[in-house]
């Protein structure tokens, strides 16, 4: 793994994974980046907490498919406290809830990893990966995104990173 500033990136036989935390700042850029939509989490009530959000960027280099499960993905902390990422369904109990639903509820279709991935050779996916906030507390968080196939070959994929509050 190599870092080039808050990205750290995988490089392994047959795939690169490229992983990049995202700041509250940096969520609301990914969504301008997009102009076709809406950014989910500028319609949640004020005072909600926003998740914990990661870039993820999967390159298939290789001739075998890449099978990677995100909902199988595990934030843990330096207590060893472990968190799953956000469902489908979790995200569609906060979202159905608020003003046009429908636009929030698009926009993570298109955005987020939820769902059970399959990436044929030379073919890239990317797309965000949610967590609940780390706990006040929580100085280091590593991503693990276990449930990670190059073809048969389960993959090891562990990503450190320090969070940093705005004081």
Not at 17 to 22: A, D, I
Not at 52 to 77: H, M, T
Request: a negative charge; hydrophobic letters at 45%; glycine letters at 6%.
């Amino acid at each position: 793994m190599r870092a080039q500033g808050d990205l750290v990136i995988a490089t392994l036989q047959g795939a690169a994974v490229t992983v990049q935390p995202l700041t509250p700042e940096g969520l609301d850029t990914y969504y301008l980046r997009r102009p076709s939509l809406a950014n989910p989490f500028k319609m949640l009530p004020k005072g909600t907490k926003r998740p914990l959000a990661f870039i993820v960027r999967i390159q298939n280099l290789g001739r075998d498919r890449i099978n990677f499960d995100p909902s199988q993905a595990l934030l843990v902390d330096q207590r060893d406290r472990r968190t799953g990422a956000f469902s489908y369904d979790e995200l569609y109990g906060i979202f159905s809830e608020i003003d046009q639903p429908a636009r929030a509820l698009q926009a993570l279709d298109e955005s987020i990893l939820t769902n059970f991935l399959v990436i044929p050779p030379k073919i890239d996916r990317a797309g965000l990966l949610l967590f609940p906030p780390p706990e006040p507390e929580a100085k280091a968080v590593i991503l693990d995104m276990n449930s990670f196939y190059i073809g048969s070959a389960e993959q090891v994929l562990l990503f450190e990173f320090e969070i940093h509050r705005a004081p």
